[in-house]
């Protein structure tokens, strides 16, 4: 979902047409392009195993817009237990899956927009109803990402996160 009205980035200048509403990790931070090759890794758009031993879901840390019915996102990844990621699995394709207890998971996506790091922030994770990706539960601490989920944030905070994400500073991307 996006703000057809766009905004004027902070980043660059310019005027861009659209305010995104959501981004998203394409894999974990512990993913390297080399383990592509290996038999015993997975990368897909929703899960992740790392040589058959650190598995991962694909969720979404949603974030309240304040003063408005909109909700920001960040799909990142969460490593979760092999029972859990197995028990997931198993699960992936069953109508009613919604009902199943929360996973407990590590958030494994680092965003840099953070301070501290957002690596192994503890989560929940609950599944949803079929083709909906699992809603990421922070622990809720003083994070500042924990605190925004508990909170919201601002359309101008919105913005501050798109000039970020669209101009990042070399201390700020990997």
Not at 126 to 137: C, L, S, V, Y
């Amino acid at each position: 979902m996006t703000n057809n009205l766009g905004f004027a980035c902070s980043g660059c200048g310019s005027h861009h047409a659209e305010l995104p509403m959501n981004y998203s990790a394409v894999a974990p931070y512990v993913w390297e392009p080399s383990f592509a090759d290996s038999a015993d890794c997975l990368l897909s758009s929703d899960q992740c195993v790392i040589q058959a031993q650190h598995y991962f879901v694909k969720g979404l840390v949603e974030i309240p817009i304040i003063g408005s019915d909109e909700v920001f996102s960040w799909a990142a990844w969460v490593s979760l237990s092999r029972d859990n990621f197995s028990r997931s699995a198993d699960l992936w394709d069953t109508a009613g899956r919604e009902t199943e207890e929360p996973y407990f998971g590590w958030l494994s996506t680092d965003l840099f927009l953070y301070s501290p790091s957002t690596i192994n922030l503890k989560t929940r994770v609950h599944t949803r109803p079929i083709g909906q990706r699992p809603f990421i539960e922070l622990e809720p601490t003083d994070h500042p990402l924990a605190i925004e989920q508990r909170t919201g944030i601002t359309m101008e905070r919105v913005r501050a996160i798109a000039a970020a994400v669209l101009h990042p500073t070399d201390s700020e991307s990997k």
